[in-house]
């Protein structure tokens, strides 16, 4: 039987990210790096993990992966945290939303620790805060919206429920539910870095199975005027990033 490659996913340093947002036509600039790249996915903030890159300039990668993801619109974006600095209800809230915007295009790559910050001997686990952020996604099922203008009923709201998760390692105590519904794609795609003991992500970046491609050199000087323009038009491959990646949709049981 015949493997099939796993997508290319390349990964943007934080230099040019924040190099791109400082410069009139700098998104639409990056963007075309990335796409001679034949990179089916974009990775936004993995230089947090790596202890030799996560002291320079950088911007928060949701805000980012908004401007990318609306340049590159049939492109998956994942977007780095790491529980030494975020924490999971508003790391489930952001990219959520930001699925939800980018029509079912988004996914999380959750990491040990971000380097940027100093050593405390605070506990955090990886896994506890994927499992949370996870249930909290769960918390609101798409399709509990009716949307019936005649019985004045958006949502079915006894599918609506909170999560009640009351610590664990990491000492998370989140009730929930979001305040955003599900996603198309199920729930947003959650990946961990190689370095994260996270057994139920749905993928692990930057090991050997889905290694990160090199962003190309930056050449010429952006053309200010491109700048308000996303590439390539209204995007009409409404692939998800699950599709992208090649994984199911998740099946949520629920009682």
């Not at 949502?155 to 429920?161: C, E, F, Y």
């Amino acid at each position: 039987m015949t493997e099939t490659a796993a997508p290319t996913v390349v990964a943007v340093p934080d230099a040019d990210l924040a190099t791109a947002v400082g410069r009139p036509g700098g998104i639409r600039a990056l963007a075309d790096r990335i796409r001679v790249t034949g990179a089916a996915v974009v990775a936004i903030g993995t230089d947090r993990f790596d202890a030799g890159r996560a002291r320079g300039q950088r911007l928060d990668p949701t805000t980012v992966a908004l401007a990318l993801g609306r340049a590159l619109p049939t492109l998956g974006v994942l977007v780095a945290v790491a529980p030494t600095r975020e924490h999971p209800y508003n790391v489930a809230r952001r990219v959520l939303s930001l699925d939800h915007v980018l029509d079912g295009r988004v996914g999380l790559v959750v990491g040990a620790r971000d380097h940027g910050l100093p050593v405390t001997d605070e506990q955090h686990d990886p896994a506890e805060f994927a499992a949370v952020v996870r249930g909290l996604w769960r918390t609101w099922p798409l399709d509990s919206i009716v949307g019936d203008r005649v019985a004045g009923v958006f949502a079915d709201t006894d599918r609506i429920r909170p999560l009640d998760h009351d610590g664990g390692t990491g000492g998370y105590r989140v009730r929930g539910p979001l305040t955003t519904p599900s996603s198309r794609q199920g729930e947003p795609v959650l990946a961990a870095w190689h370095d994260a003991d996270v057994p139920t992500a749905d993928l692990v970046l930057g090991a050997e199975a889905h290694p990160l491609a090199p962003l190309p050199a930056a050449t010429g000087v952006p053309d200010a005027r491109r700048a308000s323009r996303p590439s390539g038009g209204p995007a009409t491959d409404r692939r998800t990033l699950r599709d992208l990646l090649g994984l199911p949709v998740p099946v949520v049981v629920t009682a």
